[in-house]
């Protein structure tokens, strides 16, 4: 697992990612503007991101990246087991796996640009 401290470009994120297919999970604090990837489990980011950077559950939204796609719209998904319960605490009582919430994905996508740059 690695929280982001600087730029990363494509190159940088498949040297760090363990999955074979460049297939890489992160989680985005959207409020810290933090991105932490590279974990079997969403949770796990989630977890390492609030016990590192004291990072609060509801700004934390759980993504996938897919680095074999070559423009940003094919390449990050939101898709992820704790985007449910944070869709609940934002007023979505069915939850999702995506973010339901069109501001928190824009927000959400802001930073993940910030530091992953395709």
Same mark, same amino acid.
């Given at each position: 697992? $690695? $929280?982001?401290?600087?730029?990363?470009?494509? *190159?940088?994120?498949?040297? +760090?990612?363990? /999955?074979?297919? =460049? #297939?890489?999970?992160? @989680?985005?604090?959207?409020?810290?503007? !933090? @991105?932490?990837?590279?974990? *079997?489990?969403?949770?796990? !980011?989630?977890?390492?991101?609030?016990?590192?950077?004291?990072?609060k559950?509801e700004?934390?939204?759980? /993504?996938?990246?897919? !680095?074999?796609?070559d423009? /940003?719209? *094919? %390449?990050?998904?939101? *898709?992820? !087991? %704790?985007?449910?319960?944070?869709?609940? +605490?934002? =007023? #979505?009582?069915?939850?999702?796996?995506? %973010?339901?919430?069109?501001n +928190?994905?824009?927000?959400?996508?802001? @930073?993940?640009?910030?530091?992953?740059? +395709?």
């Amino acid at each position: 697992m $690695i $929280i982001l401290e600087h730029v990363y470009n494509k *190159d940088d994120i498949l040297e +760090i990612n363990t /999955f074979q297919n =460049g #297939f890489v999970k992160g @989680v985005v604090d959207i409020e810290e503007e !933090l @991105v932490a990837l590279d974990a *079997d489990m969403h949770y796990q !980011l989630a977890d390492y991101l609030k016990e590192k950077c004291e990072s609060k559950e509801e700004n934390l939204w759980g /993504f996938n990246l897919w !680095l074999e796609n070559d423009n /940003f719209e *094919d %390449i990050l998904e939101y *898709d992820s !087991l %704790i985007n449910i319960h944070n869709n609940q +605490i934002h =007023g #979505f009582p069915r939850g999702g796996m995506s %973010i339901l919430d069109s501001n +928190i994905e824009q927000r959400a996508t802001e @930073v993940i640009k910030k530091w992953i740059q +395709i």
